[in-house]
């Protein structure tokens, strides 16, 4: 497993942008798919983006597409996650996972690597 690290997270008014960073290290991130999850208070964890090894292939949830962008930069182990147009609704944790197997799924279930979380306020 690769461990995950994201950053980026903070306090924003509705309308605004953040962008969140996940730094892989350890053993060799080639070939993961990097998924991006959220959780908010007393609500399940869902996905929101996810990007294959190449950065080609991509998959939002309906909720944000079109707001957010997933992209990566494979020679710094980065994948990052652009947040536009933020509303209240996207106030969570956000966690990013890898999957060593480069599915770019949107089930929790296909990603054994996970990060700490990194805290998003939007406040309305």
């Known amino acids: 497993q690769v461990q995950l690290v994201e950053s980026g997270g903070g306090l924003v008014q509705a309308g605004g942008s953040l962008r969140l960073s996940c730094v892989a290290s350890?053993?060799?991130?080639?070939?993961?798919?990097v998924g991006w999850f959220r959780q908010a208070p007393g609500k399940e964890g869902e996905f929101v983006a996810s990007i294959a090894w190449s950065g080609v292939r991509t998959n939002y949830a309906e909720s944000v597409a079109g707001r957010f962008t997933i992209s990566r930069t494979n020679s710094r182990n980065t994948v990052y996650l652009q947040m536009n147009s933020l509303k209240s609704e996207d106030t969570a944790i956000y966690y990013c996972a890898g999957d060593r197997f480069n599915r770019g799924s949107d089930f929790r279930e296909r990603y054994d690597s996970w990060g700490q979380g990194t805290h998003v306020t939007v406040s309305s």
């Open positions: 350890g053993r060799t991130f080639n070939n993961y798919a």
